[in-house]
């Protein structure tokens, strides 16, 4: 697995010495990694806000500052927790109406955890 | 590591890759070029267009074209509309409207104009073609011509412009965002529709043709025997007892006439479009001598089609002109029933006969009828019906000097129907608003051209009114008068309404003058359940009646009572609104436990039968939820009345809305014909044995796991099951004061206690929101189960800010 992942990091390498450096700390740094998170989230949020694809960006985006496949699909499913948790915020009393929404609310469920998770394979891409 | 060895590695993650690469583009292609894209679109979170509606508010500050007014929801969602001028006050009423029932309103004028194809693909092309062959929007164009002059139209516009202010200012409900689309502008004839939509499904009835059906197929004893013009009980609305004071006019008696059938491809066909079974309702009225305050009393709930969110829609209207309170249907900008700081008015049907059929001499191209001795074109216009999903289709509409022409395979009849010309409902009801009293109303009463009803009235003088509205024709054959129960030879110029000018302005000059139509001035007690009018009535008025169960019932409590010399308060009124006694037990229990006692001496072993027997014998034949021998008794009924008539129905190819009503098969003798082949004892027993097997197999246990909520539907309701209201056991039958009928979605749709000038009560089946996000949704619905009603408060609350301020300008 190391060394799987270790031949993906060479193909990574984006030629940029710079660049390959931060994505390496990034990845592998834990407060450099948090830090990408807390810039990655809110652009991610604001992607599922403009259109549903977003939420696939952002699990892409999740993904690619992740160590792995297996941390960005990890990641991506946080990310979806993070969504759901920000929807029924924004329903505010609303929200007791929209979880009665069935089957229309399992949609939205299974979307907000979902399609981040599967833009979260870019990860195993890059 | 060996070269070889880092090549396979290469070489594997370059297939992991595919794979992955692969995986998410069959992913985002999979979403985006199937269903699951539509579904996303609509509700994944955040970007979802059905949480649009989720945050939906009134704007607190609106332009008004027409001036200031302010509007305060109180607590069960009911607006308070407070203006110095109607204009300002009706503009507001508009936009409450807009916001709180927007989709209601869209999709009751797509029907009445035949564009629910548009949404809901080929499935609804039969009703469209018939709402457009039956141009209901040419008559509401026609009515809007006249109400456009009259005092009330104005306040019409002004209303209009309110709705339109509130599509355009405020966010769309679900139901749009669920469908994708947005709403055209409302419009005045938009308006019109409504009273034209209400008064179909009121008394839009092809009785004659089902009457014909029926005499072809099942002969003409039968139809007798089934289907008496006249149904044998001692309770018409106004009794021989009654004493009260009538306008002047001496009265003609009209005769009946046999039928002739147009096939029953045609016949079935309109009959989906017919008043749905079990349209209805209770109104009575007790003058100020039997009451504690010395007021009369109204008690009112129609019995109309229970849906989500209700038909009814409650306003409250505070102008220099009048204080106003009550219901009104959504896209009607004044209050149909309710009450003003004077009086109080309510309607039931009447059961009126005002649609006629007509035949005609076509010739051999379909192009031309015969009429008045010569051959004469249809009045003919192409009209297009949008078909989601699919090609647009093609209409002919056609008319005759009578009205609209229907076919189905080859039989056409013209139909004339009292809606179809210009109507003055609309300033009736504006002036009912205004009224100051008795004769204020009386005058008014005689514009309600549409529907026939029978109003209900009484004030804060103490005096009571009932009165037959809506016009009603007089037919002539060679000069003699005859009843409209029967199809007419068009050709012939039989049965013509003289004054009738279809899809324009009538003189109304043949039919039955105001003086001469069915009332009483003063009545001390009066009760209507849509039952007979009256024994001999002076001009034929219809055979539409409801079997006289409820009135029956209304009488005997309103007579014991009275004879008590106990006073009346509001709270015995809305006891008796509750009351689930069934005549129908009475009339046929003790027989049938008679003959289950008979089979339990001959020694039947079905399992169950004699508990059953025990259960119903104890029973006191009120038809409550948690009764074990109301859901005994309600599913013996059922299937007794199939037992009954289903072998002759079944081939004779007439399906259970044939069926005759529960009075007529009550009272069926023992000789019958339809108890040749087995005894109405025998029937009895065997339709027991069958309920108690459904019983068993559906796992009921008491009534109201069977007489539920379940059946009160939103449109969308199959789609998108969230909108339906829950599922609650309901008390009462279609033969109960307190009426629900499980079986066609009717029951009290709106129930109201009055005391004129003084205090009322009121409650929705339902909520008067139509917004699924709002707390009044559905907030009124168990409190109309158990008849708990809320004040009809017109008092204003001057403490605390308006939840919308209307401003003087331009939206």
Known sequence: MTEIDRSGEDEDASGDPGIDAVLERVRTEPRAHWLAVLVVVPIGLILAWLHWLGLIVAGALVGFISPTVWHGLVGALGFGVVVLAVFAIGLGDSVRGVLEMAPAVYVTVVSALGLPALGALFRGIV | MSVGANRRIVTGDHTRRAVLAGTLAAGVGGLTLTGARELLDQFAPLSGRAWDAADRSIS??????????????????????????????????????????????????????????????????????????MDFAGAAEATWELVAETPAGPLVEAYVDGVNASIDGEGLPLEFELLGYEPEP????????????????????????????????????????????????????????????????????GSVSDEDAVGSALTDWLSRFESPTGIGSNSWVVSGEHTESGRPIVAFDPHLTLMTPPLWYEQHVE??????????????????????DRGTWSFTNVGADVLDCYTYEIDDDGERYRYDGEWR???????????AGGDDRSIEVRKTVHGPVLEREGRTVGVAWTGHTATRTTEAIYEYERSDGLADLLEATRKFDLPTQNLVYADADGRTLYYATGKLPTREIDREVVSGNRIFDGSAGEGEWDGFEPFGESSWEGFVPFAEKPHAIDPDVLATANQRVVDDPGHYVGVAYASPYRGERIYDRLDEHLASGEPTDLEFHRELQNDTYD????????????????????????????????????WEYEMDADSRGALVFARWMDRFRELVVEPDFENADLDESYYPDDWVVATLPADSLFFEERSRTETMVAAFEDALDEIDAA????????????????????????????????????????????????????????????????????????????????????????????????????????DVVFEEGSS
């Open chain 2, 60 to 133: 607190e500050r609106v332009a008004s074209p027409y001036g200031e007014a302010r509007v305060r929801y109180d607590e069960d969602g009911v607006p308070s509309i407070v203006a110095d001028a109607e204009p300002a006050a009706y503009f507001a009423v508009g936009y409450v409207q807009g916001f709180d029932r927007l989709a209601q309103l869209d999709l009751q004028r797509r029907v009445m104009r035949g564009q629910v194809s548009e949404l809901a693909g080929e499935g609804a092309l039969a009703d469209d073609e018939f709402h457009v062959a």
């Open chain 2, 186 to 253: 409302w419009t005045p004839v938009d308006s019109m529709l409504m009273e034209k939509q209400i008064s179909w499904d009121l008394t839009g009835n092809f009785g004659e043709l089902r009457r014909a059906l029926v005499a072809d197929r099942l002969g003409e004893d039968v139809l007798e025997e089934l289907f008496p013009e006249r149904l044998d009980h001692d309770v018409p609305i106004l009794r021989e007892s009654i004493e009260a004071e009538t306008l002047e006019g001496e009265l003609d008696v």
């Open chain 2, 319 to 340: 102008t220099p002109e009048t204080s106003v309170r009550g219901a009104t249907f959504p896209g009607v900008p004044f209050v149909i029933a309710g009450a003003n």
């Open chain 2, 377 to 387: 074109e249809f009045d003919r216009e192409e009209r297009t019906i949008a078909v």
């Open chain 2, 583 to 618: 005549g129908r037990a009475e009339q046929l229990v003790p027989e049938l436990l008679a003959a289950l006692d008979e089979r339990i001496e001959d020694g039947d072993e079905h399992d169950g039968l004699e508990d059953a027997r025990d259960v119903l014998a104890d």
């Open chain 2, 699 to 802: 796992g009921w246990v008491r009534y109201g796991d069977w007489n539920s909520t379940r059946i009160i539907e939103h449109p969308f309701g199959a789609e998108a099951p969230f909108l339906n209201y829950p599922e609650l056991p309901a008390d009462g039958s279609r033969a109960t004061v307190k009426n629900y009928r499980v079986g066609s979605a009717v029951g009290a749709s709106w129930r109201m206690v009055v005391e004129p000038g003084g205090t009322a009560t009121a409650v929705l089946p339902g909520g008067n929101s139509g917004d699924y996000f709002s707390d009044h949704y559905d907030d009124q619905l168990e409190n109309w189960l158990a008849n708990d009603q809320t004040p009809m408060d017109r008092t204003l609350d001057d403490e605390g800010e308006p």
